[in-house]
Antibody
Framework: QVQLQESGPGLVKPSGTLSLTCAVS?????????WNWVRQPPGKGLEWIGE???????KYNPSLKYRVTMSVDKSKNQFSLNLNSVTAADTAVYYC??????????????WGQGTLVIVSS | DIQMTQSPSTLSASVGDRVTITCRAS??????LAWHQQKPGKDPKLLIY???SLQIGVPSRFSGTGSGTEFTLTISSLQPDDFATYYC?????????FGQGTKVEI
């Protein structure tokens, strides 16, 4: 069974960098899938942040692309998110999710449980 | 970006009711539409993809229809486990975007 688990600091200072890792089990990040990050501000809807393929190819939401960096570590079967210059508006639950390829490109089928990141001094 | 608009935002219903949620896209997305269910404090769960295909393990009381810009999610007989928030999501073109959610409450 595919499982994803986010980890990282739950509190980040304004102007700092938010860094999260998603550990994948039950599947390999080296397969034909895209690995996604999605966030949900408290009480609000879902926002797609971006995705990464195992060869390092990335695609980011244009609304965040100047602040986002993603990477993949095949040896540890995990992928990561960095979001810099954070403000209170970046406070959210951050989810990692597996996305499909081919006809299922852009379709997240397995999600992590999410991790709350608060931006505050 | 493709904007996704759901209606209603909140829906009050009873166990056994037939429930329909509508999702509209700001431009045609063919059938590249998914529905996700999210319970409070939990991660979203994929219910339906390609507008009408049921994900493995999802009860048959859930169904989806539509193409182009108008889509519906129907729950034929609402069960206690179905009280949740439902999101539509387009995957026709990046950035992938979600509707604002429909909360189904008692």
């Amino acid at each position: 069974q595919v499982q994803l688990q986010e980890s990282g600091p739950g509190l980040v200072k304004p102007s700092g960098t938010l860094s999260l890792t998603c550990a994948v089990s039950g599947a390999s990040v080296s397969t034909d899938n895209w690995w996604n990050w999605v966030r949900q501000p408290p009480g609000k809807g879902l926002e797609w942040i971006g995705e990464i393929y195992h060869d390092g190819t990335t695609k980011y939401n244009p609304s965040l692309k100047y602040r986002v960096t993603m990477s993949v570590d095949k040896s540890k079967n995990q992928f990561s998110l960095n979001l810099n210059s954070v403000t209170a508006a970046d406070t959210a639950v951050y989810y990692c999710a597996r996305g499909g390829s081919g006809q299922n490109y852009g379709l997240p089928d397995y999600w992590g449980q999410g991790t709350l990141v608060i931006v505050s001094s | 970006d493709i904007q996704m608009t759901q209606s209603p935002s909140t829906l009050s219903a009873s166990v056994g009711d037939r429930v329909t949620i509508t999702c509209r896209a700001s431009q045609s997305i063919s059938t590249w539409l998914a529905w996700h269910q999210q319970k409070p404090g939990k991660d979203p769960k994929l219910l339906i993809y390609k507008a009408s295909s049921l994900q493995i393990g999802v009860p048959s009381r859930f169904s989806g229809t539509g193409s182009g810009t108008e889509f519906t999610l129907t729950i034929s007989s609402l069960q206690p486990d179905d009280f949740a928030t439902y999101y539509c999501q387009q995957y026709d073109s990046s950035p992938w975007t979600f509707g604002q959610g429909t909360k189904v409450e008692i």
